[in-house]
């Protein structure tokens, strides 16, 4: 049977939730992050199951408390066991489901395929050991369903690539190539190993657009998202003055040199790029790349800076017509590095 990883905005069961805790670096300013985690329950519940991960389940609930109508809080799962950190994006499964009209008509759930990789925290930058044992017990608790296949052999972090739901993997040199990810593997075998494991029909390298202040060593979904109708949204060069401008006006020249599996060139949509925000003297890696597809919906990150804000969400509307579009204050998150998309995984129908 062939399978395929279906593009986000491919109908989904859940969204996965890794809660933060005092034990995780969100600790300086976890009532702001927990106030964030509750908003977007409470946004993505409206439309879809919430799997929320967390030690505890008495933090979820008082968190939630009285703010989940009752009709919806059947839509609230939580599974209790250790974490280290939140980054679901990068320690939950990627799902592949059998390239058939068969499942598009309602297969069995269980011919879903959980690829459940390696998660090594970004090359061995932070601890992740608990993280990486995260998609093992939602198998074993059948909290997922579908068919565990462990990669234990293979680092891959869901930020660094993108699907189009059509065969084509998108990634970035700068992350698969990084150190501590699969060396002593080339770009050639790396390249392989995603069209095996992926079921991949081909692998489009991007090699420029490295955000300031990203410590995932260039994930892919902080600066280019894929969208229906061969489309590709993308973080735009930005001021002349940012030094980042030479890096993504060379994204930019790349990515329109792209063309489709069909011979044609994908439509381009920019996203501006945020005024700077800092940190205790520290560039956080600010983007509006870092959205959410729900059924019927996308989570859009804003960083209150209402002329930006106004033309990202502008720009996501122009790529998903169909959907409401909600913003989320992202300001909190950046803090850490990441942002929605990377604290979130989805999982197609069937599988939560």
């Known amino acids: ?33 927990t106030k964030t985690f509750v908003e977007m329950v ?11 991960v967390t030690p505890s389940t008495q933090i979820v609930e008082e968190a939630l408390c009285g703010l989940i109508p009752e009709y919806l809080r059947k839509r609230v799962i939580i599974h209790v066991c250790d974490t280290n950190d939140t980054w679901a994006r990068d320690h939950g499964a990627l799902t592949l489901l059998p390239d ?20 090594n925290g970004w090359g061995e930058k932070f601890p992740a050991d608990l993280d990486n044992l995260i998609t093992s017990h939602l198998c074993a608790a059948k ?54 494991r992926l079921h991949a029909r081909r692998i489009v390298w991007l090699d420029h657009g490295n955000l300031l202040g990203d410590d995932t060593d260039g994930h892919i979904d902080t600066i280019v998202r894929t969208a229906p109708d061969d489309t590709l949204l993308y973080l735009d060069s930005g001021d002349r003055d940012d030094p980042q401008h030479d890096d993504f006006n060379a994204l930019e020249r790349q990515l329109r040199c792209l063309v489709t599996t069909e011979g044609k060139p994908y439509r381009l ?39 930006h804000d106004r033309d990202a969400l502008q720009a996501i509307a122009a790529a998903f017509p169909h959907r409401e579009i909600i913003p989320i204050d992202a300001r909190t998150i950046i803090r850490q590095h990441g942002s929605i998309h990377c604290l979130t995984m989805q999982y197609p129908i069937g599988v939560v």
């Not at 409470?42 to 929320?52: D, G, P």
Request: net charge negative; hydrophobic share 40%; with cysteine.
């Open 1 to 33: 049977m062939r399978y395929i990883l279906p593009a986000e905005w491919y109908p989904q069961s859940g969204i996965q939730l890794t809660w933060p805790h005092e034990g995780t670096d969100w600790q300086p300013y976890l009532s702001d992050i």
């Open 42 to 52: 409470c946004a993505i519940v409206r439309f879809e199951k919430v799997l929320i």
């Open 100 to 119: 058939t009209d068969d499942y598009r008509k309602g297969a069995q759930q269980d011919d879903a395929l959980l690829l459940d990789f390696k998660f």
């Open 143 to 196: 909290t997922l369903h579908g068919t565990r296949i462990a990669h234990d052999d293979f680092v891959l972090e869901g930020g660094s690539i993108e699907s189009d739901g059509k065969g084509t993997i998108f990634t970035t040199s700068q992350c698969l190539l990084a150190p501590h990810r699969n060396q002593p593997l080339c770009r050639e075998e790396i390249e392989l190993q995603l069209k095996v």
């Open 269 to 307: 949509l920019p996203l501006p790029m945020p005024d700077a925000i800092f940190d205790e003297g520290e560039r956080l890696p600010a983007t509006y790349a870092n959205f959410l597809v729900l059924n019927d919906a996308v989570l859009c990150p804003t960083y209150a800076q209402p002329h």
